[in-house]
């Protein structure tokens, strides 16, 4: 009888262990990064330009998470560049990127990026404006 119910016990135990895991491992709420955004553009809070499409795409590799954004109707800006990523948060950024799209191989700064489910908001710089770097763009907007 003593096997039994030491049987038991150790079934249950098991059971709530692996429970607790699989709760442990859906609590993780990983932010999906690639989709396509109809945003904004503003100089500091006044509206420059918009609505028109970004799209980003999010990859992995052995040198860490990236993802590219585009402006996948190029009126805004013709641009794409690859950034690094905290999925878990949502977040990218970087110090300096070349334009993917560019034969001189623009240079573009970005800064405070962040997703949320159906939300994205960043900064952006260019290396071809006016005075290099001189604006800083921010594009906010929301998934489609």
Known sequence: MKKVIYLLGLITLVSIVSCER?????????????????VNAYLDSTLIFGPFMVNTLQSTSSTGDSITIW???????????????QGEEGTFETELSKCQTS????????????????SIYFEIQFEDDLIPYGQTYRLKGHRV
Do not use: C, P, R, Y
């Open 103 to 118: 034969e001189k191989a623009i240079g573009i700064k970005i800064f405070n990026g962040k997703m949320q489910s159906n």
């Open 22 to 38: 699989e709760e442990t491992s859906e609590s993780i709420n990983m932010v999906n990064l690639t989709g396509k955004w109809e």
């Open 71 to 85: 402006d996948s109707e190029t009126k805004f800006w013709d641009f794409q560049v690859k950034a690094s990523t």
